[in-house]
T-cell receptor, first 120, second 109 residues
Framework: EAGVAQSPRYKIIEKRQSVAFWCNPI?????LYWYQQILGQGPKLLIQ????????DSQLPKDRFSAERLKGVDSTLKIQPAKLEDSAVYLC??????????????????FGAGSRLTVL | DAKTTQPNSMESNEEEPVHLPCNHS???????IHWYRQLPSQGPEYVIH???SNVNNRMASLAIAEDRKSSTLILHRATLRDAAVYYC??????????FGKGTSLLVTP
């Protein structure tokens, strides 16, 4: 099966500019996640979608970050305006089962390769 | 904050078994124990997970203490391709998988 696709793989922008990342999850996966990984740290959850609804966006800096998942499939993550501290790898992941339904398979995530953002 | 404690780094010789420990003393009865690993310049990769009983798959084994306050990921024969950061994660009540810093495994020939 095809994996989680992300683009672009690399992006360099000046501070205060905007950037958008795209994610195409595994076909049929109901849950989609965006994580931010700063160099030397573990990934941090930014937002979690169940189909096209938001389950958890408590750690998303909503003054500059936004995300949407139209039609419950692809998703975009946008940063506007970018700050130096936004330099990180942005990881998209998806899972087959609904976390809200529970069960052991709900939390098996498949990650994409990530989009590396450098803000100058 | 992550609810698990792992050593920052470990080292192993190639073709030797590796035991990666994880402490999770505040685990709840319904928390599953998950292990993911992240190879350099890649996204995290699922390794194994379990609830109470020991688990085996083609990648590794997971040994869970009887009181569930600790677990050990076992790589039976380490290869150079197993060099990665290994994350031990509990599924918490907020539905998120929260990654800590993990254990950086170095495998030497």
């Amino acid at each position: 099966e095809a994996g989680v696709a992300q683009s672009p793989r690399y992006k360099i922008i000046e501070k205060r500019q905007s950037v958008a990342f795209w994610c195409n999850p595994i076909s049929g996966h109901a849950t989609l996640y965006w994580y931010q990984q700063i160099l030397g740290q573990g990934p941090k959850l930014l937002i979690q979608f169940q189909n096209n609804g938001v389950v958890d966006d408590s750690q998303l800096p909503k003054d500059r970050f936004s995300a949407e998942r139209l039609k419950g499939v692809d998703s975009t993550l946008k940063i506007q305006p970018a700050k130096l501290e936004d330099s990180a790898v942005y990881l998209c992941a998806s899972s087959l089962d609904s976390i809200l339904a529970g069960g052991p398979r709900a939390n098996v995530l498949t990650f994409g390769a990530g989009s590396r953002l450098t803000v100058l | 904050d992550a609810k698990t404690t792992q050593p920052n780094s470990m080292e192993s010789n190639e073709e030797e078994p590796v035991h990666l420990p994880c402490n999770h003393s505040t685990i709840s009865g319904t928390d599953y124990i998950h292990w993911y690993r992240q190879l350099p310049s890649q996204g995290p990769e699922y390794v194994i997970h379990g609830l109470t009983s020991n688990v085996n798959n083609r990648m590794a084994s997971l040994a869970i203490a009887e009181d569930r306050k600790s677990s050990t990921l076992i790589l039976h024969r380490a290869t150079l391709r197993d060099a990665a950061v290994y994350y031990c994660i509990l599924r918490d009540s907020g539905y998120a998988l929260n990654f800590g810093k993990g254990t950086s495994l170095l495998v030497t020939p």
